[in-house]
């Protein structure tokens, strides 16, 4: 769960919020909608951290994580399974099978956990981040058109997933099918 309360954002004079506040409540599912460039990432980026509020603060839980796939794909492990691998909790690190899963069910083969990240598309590299956040289960998803580059099983995949997640949930997009299915506010 967490916390906006009058929140103030602008960036070169314009004024992407001004005095927003909004509450979270666990097992919420939130849709933001919108235009391109009215807000809604730079939202994640106040949540998340990367970026300061003008004014306002944002009230998060202790030891409340946050899972936010980034758009910068950085990669340090050698395999796609062990770079997968890298999103686990520090005691799950023997757990390859949840891993395993999340990375067949975004279109992975078991022949392709074995070769280089480096080795994939950029739209198979984006699915191997967004499996880096889902095995950490948080319990803030923050989700910015995770369906961009998948293949129509992949997304339907995710779809099932996500209505599935047991947590809270932000997500931009702008298929409204996948709104439609997994979101209950918007």
């Known amino acids: 769960m967490i916390n906006v309360e009058n929140l103030t954002k602008s960036y070169d004079g314009e004024v992407l919020f001004d005095s927003v506040s909004f509450k979270l409540n666990?097992?919420?599912k939130i849709g933001l909608l919108g235009r391109n460039g009215h807000g809604k990432t730079t939202?994640?980026?106040l949540i998340t951290g990367k970026v300061s509020p003008d004014s306002?603060?944002?009230i998060i839980p202790k030891h409340y994580r946050i899972g936010y796939v980034l758009q910068e794909l950085?990669?340090?492990k050698d395999t796609i399974l062990s770079e997968g691998m890298a999103g686990l909790r520090e005691n799950e690190k023997d757990q390859h099978w949840k891993v395993e899963e999340i990375l067949s069910g975004l279109g992975f083969s078991k022949e392709d956990f074995k070769r280089h990240p480096d080795e994939f598309s950029g739209g198979f590299q984006v699915r191997l981040n967004l499996a880096k956040v889902l095995v950490s289960e948080p319990d803030l998803l923050l989700l910015d058109e995770p369906t961009n580059y998948?293949?129509?099983t992949s997304i339907r995949w995710v779809e099932r997933?996500?209505?599935r997640w047991p947590?809270?949930?932000m997500l931009i997009t702008h298929d409204r099918s996948l709104m439609d299915k997994v979101i209950t506010h918007t």
């Open 56 to 58: 306002g603060i944002i």
């Open 43 to 45: 939202l994640f980026r």
């Open 167 to 169: 947590r809270e949930l």
């Open 74 to 76: 950085e990669f340090t």
């Open 26 to 28: 666990p097992k919420e």
């Open 150 to 152: 998948l293949d129509i």
């Open 161 to 163: 997933f996500l209505t």
